[in-house]
């Protein structure tokens, strides 16, 4: 039930998002629909993985002995390096779900556009 609520706020913010960029603008709702799912897609996997980048970038600043910064704080013990891994959640899904249905749409809608000779 909780994974399901999860799915309609995601949804519902992705929605909200792709409609306010679109009065922004002034365009179309479908002008951005498929940039607006990719972005939340990408969002909503940064957030729900571990390691890779971001975590060696923090990592490296905390093994770090530079004096000429006081925040940053030397580790006396060497940190694991952290797995990277991917946890797929229903939200994930249905932003991925939202960004393929959109840009198939959107191809369809501006194929004649495109194929113009």
């Known amino acids: 039930m909780k994974k399901m609520i999860w799915s309609v706020i995601t949804l519902g913010l992705i929605l909200l998002a792709n409609w306010g960029i679109a009065k922004l603008f002034n365009s179309s709702f479908l002008d951005w629909s498929f940039l607006t799912g990719l972005l939340a897609t990408i969002i909503i996997s940064f957030f729900n993985s571990s390691g890779g980048f971001a975590s060696e ?18 580790v ?38 495109i194929f113009t000779k």
């Open 76 to 113: 006396w013990t060497k940190l694991d390096k952290v797995e990277r891994s991917f946890r797929a959640t229903p939200s994930f899904y249905l932003a991925l779900s939202y960004t393929i249905i959109t840009g198939i749409l959107t191809f369809i809608f501006y194929k004649d556009f």
């Open 57 to 74: 970038l923090t990592n490296s600043k905390l093994q770090s002995s530079n004096e000429d910064n006081e925040l940053e704080v030397e």
